[in-house]
Nanobody, 122 residues
Framework: VQLQASGGGLVQAGGSLRLSCAAS????????VGWFRQAPGKERELVAA????????YYADSVKGRFTISRDNAKNTVYLQMNSLKPGDTAVYYC????????????????WGQGTLVTVSS
């Protein structure tokens, strides 16, 4: 399965963005999906993840209450709604998929999108 991330851009602090991760060449249904981010000089970190059915989600402490992950399996798409953005959220955001369960380590994900840049200005 191939993943395509989109929706990044430049936003002022306090603003919102919605990222999308679309799958092609297969279905998203067998996969848990995570959104990772990587800022310059920092390790790639998991910010949110969602189970195959959408019934279980994970959020990093730094984004709880501000970010919401969701999925539409009929559209083969996973979303990351990001509200109350902060300059510290500036990073390249990647979506990734693995089967069958959510895990936190980036090396445990098999499929990756190309990344979309989110820049939050103060």
């Amino acid at each position: 399965v191939q993943l395509q991330a989109s929706g990044g851009g430049l936003v002022q602090a306090g603003g919102s963005l919605r990222l999308s991760c679309a799958a092609s060449g297969g279905t998203f249904r067998p996969y848990a999906v995570g959104w990772f981010r990587q800022a310059p000089g920092k390790e790639r970190e998991l910010v949110a993840a969602i189970s195959r059915s959408g019934g279980t989600t994970y959020y990093a402490d730094s984004v709880k209450g501000r970010f919401t992950i969701s999925r539409d399996n009929a559209k083969n798409t996973v979303y990351l709604q990001m509200n109350s953005l902060k300059p510290g959220d500036t990073a390249v955001y990647y979506c990734a998929a693995r089967s069958p369960y959510i895990t936190r380590g980036p090396y445990e994900y098999d499929y990756w999108g190309q990344g979309t840049l989110v820049t939050v200005s103060s």
